[in-house]
């Protein structure tokens, strides 16, 4: 086996294996956007002695006191069973950095700790992969920890999991809770549509988006950190936008509720009536009155809202392996009309459709308790029958250890003035 520089087709080759579980961070599409935030890219990997690559890593290059940060977001990509292997990319990236100006490495590689239930009972079936953790701290690494909150300076290390294998739309939803099941036969009911917006329709994500983020009080990204992936990732990043045409819905509507009047009507004509017939038209009657009222409410916000009512957006990267949410936005002021729940339903659909074997409603704090930041997002995604996957975490390996205490000094200075 040998380390080596990657050629751009050659990493691109090996990493689209969807067993080796890679994340969208680790794909070719995520140099162009590392490029535009002006860090340099490098390849890395190992290759057999028949020359067939068997590990790869995205690097960013990151100038810090006229040395390198080499970060591989959500890298390496390989075998992470094979603790050989492992062991081998180590020591083998260790002599490469010692020769290429680094200061320190950081990886939060996509590897599983441990799998559980949406209850967070572990998967009988799973040991908590403490080797490989072990193996990192052997070789001079590290851990951030096995943390249970959202850190700003981390990718998040819990994730809820949709496992799609051998399943249908169907059969999935049949695991969903009763809320899902009922939200989602609303939206169903209401018409709700989605689409995918093209990079002129953006604004409406964004608009969206900023709404979640004043409500939630949440640390939000830029316009321009989703247009830099936006733009490099292409197809390969979906946003689609849950909305309602009130005109059809109205439409709809009264075409049932016309069809409603005249068999009340019909059975009304009858003399006679038996008890059955009686309950049959006394539940008309409700369904009517109910229909005549949502018309009423829809017919109003046609006119002070308009025909098209964008509901919710997400942001979603697809890759080799999945097709992962990344972000999103929903309007509290249409909440009736469930948008959220449509677009989840929308896209589990179209992993189906496209042949994805696992929908990833993505991150969790790790905090699964009533009082934590995210409950209510436990809660959502708990309520999809999702499994729940603990990430190894944060690593980090000081190359220049004089120049990294110095470093690390100063950054602990900075921040008590900060304070």
């Known amino acids: 086996m040998k380390f080596t520089e990657l050629t751009v087709k050659e990493y691109d080759n090996f990493v689209q294996n969807p067993s080796l579980e890679s994340h969208y961070f680790q794909t070719k599409e995520n140099i162009g956007t590392r490029e535009a935030d002006g860090f340099e890219v490098v390849l890395l990997g190992i290759k057999d002695d028949d ?31 094979d603790l050989g292997l492992v062991e081998f ?20 590689p996509y590897w599983i700790y441990q799998i559980y239930d949406k209850d967070v009972n572990p998967f009988p079936s799973r040991q908590q992969n403490d080797a490989i953790v072990n193996l990192f701290k052997a070789h001079g690494y590290q851990h951030h920890g096995f943390t249970t909150q959202y850190d700003t300076s981390s990718q998040v290390r819990w994730m809820g999991v949709l496992d799609l294998k051998d399943q249908t739309p169907a059969s999935i939803k049949k695991k969903f809770d009763s809320q899902r099941k009922r939200n989602i ?4 009911n209401h018409g709700i549509k989605v689409k995918f917006l093209g990079p002129d329709e953006l604004d409406r994500f964004f608009k969206l988006y900023r709404e979640t983020e004043e409500r939630a009080g949440f640390v939000s990204k830029t ?11 292409g197809d390969k990043v979906l946003v689609p936008l849950a909305y309602i045409d009130l005109d059809e819905y109205i439409k709809t509507l009264q075409e049932g509720l016309n069809d409603k009047e005249s068999r009340r009507d019909q059975m009304m004509s009858k003399e006679n009536k038996s008890d059955k017939q009686l309950k049959k038209i006394a539940e008309l009657d409700k369904q009517i009155d109910h229909d005549q009222k949502e018309m009423l409410k829809a017919s109003e916000l046609r006119q002070t809202d308009g025909a098209i009512l964008d509901l919710a957006a997400g942001v979603y990267f697809t890759n080799a392996y999945e097709v992962n949410y990344f972000s ?10 469930m948008g959220p729940y449509m677009m989840h339903w929308y896209m589990i659909n179209y992993c189906f459709e496209h042949g994805y074997e ?14 934590s930041e995210d ?21 980090y390996k000081p190359i220049q250890k004089v120049k990294y205490w110095i470093f690390t000094t100063l950054d602990k200075v900075r921040k008590k003035i900060k304070k």
């Open 375 to 395: 409950y209510g997002v436990y809660r959502f995604k708990r309520g999809f029958n999702v499994q729940i996957e603990e990430l190894i975490g944060d690593f």
């Open 51 to 81: 020359n067939q690559v068997i590990a790869a890593s995205l690097f960013s290059k990151i100038p810090t006191m006229g040395s390198y940060v080499y970060y591989s977001n959500r890298g390496p990509v390989m075998d992470y069973s």
């Open 358 to 371: 696992r929908y990833n409603f993505y991150g969790l704090s790790g905090d699964f308790t009533e009082n």
């Open 89 to 108: 990319y180590l020591r083998e990236l260790e002599k490469y950095l010692r020769q290429h100006q680094c200061l320190y490495v950081k990886m939060d």
């Open 185 to 188: 036969n609303k939206a169903i």
């Open 223 to 233: 316009d321009d950190y989703f247009k830099n992936f936006i733009e490099h990732y």
């Open 328 to 337: 999103g936005g929903s309007s509290e002021k249409y909440n009736q009309y």
